[in-house]
Nanobody, 127 residues
Framework: QVQLVESGGGLVRPGGSLRLSCTTYGVNLEYSRIGWFRQAPGKEREGVSCISSHDEEVSFYADTVKGRFFSSIDDSRKTVYLEMNNLKSEDTAIYYC???????????????????WGRGTPVTVSS
Protein backbone atom coordinates (compact mmCIF):
# COMPACT_ATOMS: atom_id res chain seq x y z
CA GLN A 1 0.00 0.00 0.00
CA VAL A 2 1.38 3.35 -1.03
CA GLN A 3 1.56 6.01 1.65
CA LEU A 4 3.19 9.44 1.69
CA VAL A 5 3.75 11.25 4.98
CA GLU A 6 4.79 14.88 5.07
CA SER A 7 6.50 16.44 8.09
CA GLY A 8 8.59 19.45 9.01
CA GLY A 9 5.99 22.18 8.76
CA GLY A 10 5.57 24.84 11.41
CA LEU A 11 5.72 28.53 12.22
CA VAL A 12 8.65 30.53 10.89
CA ARG A 13 9.45 34.23 10.63
CA PRO A 14 9.76 35.95 7.25
CA GLY A 15 13.23 35.38 5.86
CA GLY A 16 13.59 32.11 7.72
CA SER A 17 13.99 28.56 6.45
CA LEU A 18 12.27 25.22 6.82
CA ARG A 19 12.89 21.76 5.44
CA LEU A 20 9.89 19.62 4.66
CA SER A 21 10.14 15.85 4.38
CA CYS A 22 7.99 13.43 2.43
CA THR A 23 8.59 9.88 3.59
CA THR A 24 7.30 7.23 1.22
CA TYR A 25 6.00 3.77 2.02
CA GLY A 26 5.24 1.03 -0.46
CA VAL A 27 6.83 3.06 -3.25
CA ASN A 28 9.62 2.20 -5.60
CA LEU A 29 11.30 5.56 -5.98
CA GLU A 30 13.21 4.37 -9.00
CA TYR A 31 11.87 6.04 -12.12
CA SER A 32 9.34 8.21 -10.30
CA ARG A 33 8.57 11.88 -10.20
CA ILE A 34 7.81 13.54 -6.88
CA GLY A 35 5.89 16.77 -6.69
CA TRP A 36 5.30 19.32 -3.99
CA PHE A 37 2.08 21.30 -4.04
CA ARG A 38 0.58 23.83 -1.66
CA GLN A 39 -2.78 25.30 -0.84
CA ALA A 40 -3.02 28.68 0.79
CA PRO A 41 -6.13 29.71 2.74
CA GLY A 42 -8.94 30.58 0.36
CA LYS A 43 -6.93 29.62 -2.72
CA GLU A 44 -6.68 26.65 -5.03
CA ARG A 45 -3.88 24.17 -4.70
CA GLU A 46 -0.85 25.02 -6.84
CA GLY A 47 2.31 23.27 -7.88
CA VAL A 48 5.58 24.12 -6.15
CA SER A 49 8.15 21.73 -7.59
CA CYS A 50 8.72 18.50 -9.43
CA ILE A 51 11.83 16.33 -9.21
CA SER A 52 12.65 13.17 -11.17
CA SER A 53 14.09 10.36 -9.07
CA HIS A 54 16.37 8.90 -11.73
CA ASP A 55 17.79 12.28 -12.74
CA GLU A 56 17.44 15.06 -10.22
CA GLU A 57 18.61 17.50 -12.88
CA VAL A 58 15.19 17.02 -14.48
CA SER A 59 13.28 19.24 -12.08
CA PHE A 60 10.96 22.20 -12.29
CA TYR A 61 9.94 24.93 -9.87
CA ALA A 62 7.12 27.42 -9.81
CA ASP A 63 8.28 30.95 -10.65
CA THR A 64 7.17 32.12 -7.20
CA VAL A 65 9.68 29.83 -5.44
CA LYS A 66 12.48 29.54 -7.99
CA GLY A 67 15.84 30.25 -6.41
CA ARG A 68 14.45 29.91 -2.88
CA PHE A 69 13.10 26.35 -2.75
CA PHE A 70 15.07 23.22 -3.59
CA SER A 71 13.93 19.62 -3.73
CA SER A 72 16.14 16.58 -3.23
CA ILE A 73 15.83 12.82 -2.76
CA ASP A 74 17.43 10.45 -0.26
CA ASP A 75 16.91 7.05 -1.84
CA SER A 76 18.22 5.16 1.19
CA ARG A 77 15.60 6.77 3.43
CA LYS A 78 12.90 6.79 0.75
CA THR A 79 12.40 10.42 1.59
CA VAL A 80 12.03 13.52 -0.53
CA TYR A 81 12.91 16.93 0.88
CA LEU A 82 11.83 20.46 0.11
CA GLU A 83 14.30 23.01 1.41
CA MET A 84 12.57 26.38 1.69
CA ASN A 85 14.66 29.51 2.19
CA ASN A 86 13.91 33.23 2.47
CA LEU A 87 10.32 32.42 3.32
CA LYS A 88 7.65 35.03 2.73
CA SER A 89 4.17 35.46 4.17
CA GLU A 90 2.73 34.40 0.83
CA ASP A 91 4.38 30.99 1.28
CA THR A 92 1.92 30.27 4.09
CA ALA A 93 -0.01 27.17 3.04
CA ILE A 94 -0.52 23.47 3.58
CA TYR A 95 2.18 21.65 1.67
CA TYR A 96 1.52 18.29 0.04
CA CYS A 97 3.77 15.80 -1.68
CA UNK A 98 2.62 13.59 -4.51
CA UNK A 99 4.20 10.80 -6.51
CA UNK A 100 3.73 9.37 -9.96
CA UNK A 101 5.74 7.13 -12.24
CA UNK A 102 7.87 8.63 -14.95
CA UNK A 103 9.81 11.86 -15.06
CA UNK A 104 8.93 15.52 -14.72
CA UNK A 105 7.77 17.30 -17.83
CA UNK A 106 7.59 21.05 -18.47
CA UNK A 107 3.86 20.96 -17.70
CA UNK A 108 4.00 19.01 -14.46
CA UNK A 109 1.49 20.57 -12.14
CA UNK A 110 -1.76 19.12 -13.45
CA UNK A 111 -3.23 17.59 -10.32
CA UNK A 112 -5.22 14.77 -11.89
CA UNK A 113 -2.00 13.40 -13.40
CA UNK A 114 -0.69 12.57 -9.91
CA UNK A 115 -1.92 9.33 -8.38
CA UNK A 116 -0.72 9.31 -4.77
CA TRP A 117 -0.88 12.18 -2.31
CA GLY A 118 0.06 12.81 1.28
CA ARG A 119 -2.19 14.55 3.79
CA GLY A 120 -0.09 17.67 4.00
CA THR A 121 1.89 19.63 6.56
CA PRO A 122 1.09 23.26 7.44
CA VAL A 123 3.59 26.06 7.03
CA THR A 124 2.93 29.49 8.51
CA VAL A 125 5.22 32.41 7.77
CA SER A 126 4.53 35.24 10.17
CA SER A 127 6.31 37.67 12.45
Amino acid sequence: QVQLVESGGGLVRPGGSLRLSCTTYGVNLEYSRIGWFRQAPGKEREGVSCISSHDEEVSFYADTVKGRFFSSIDDSRKTVYLEMNNLKSEDTAIYYCAIESGFCRPIWDVEHEWTYWGRGTPVTVSS
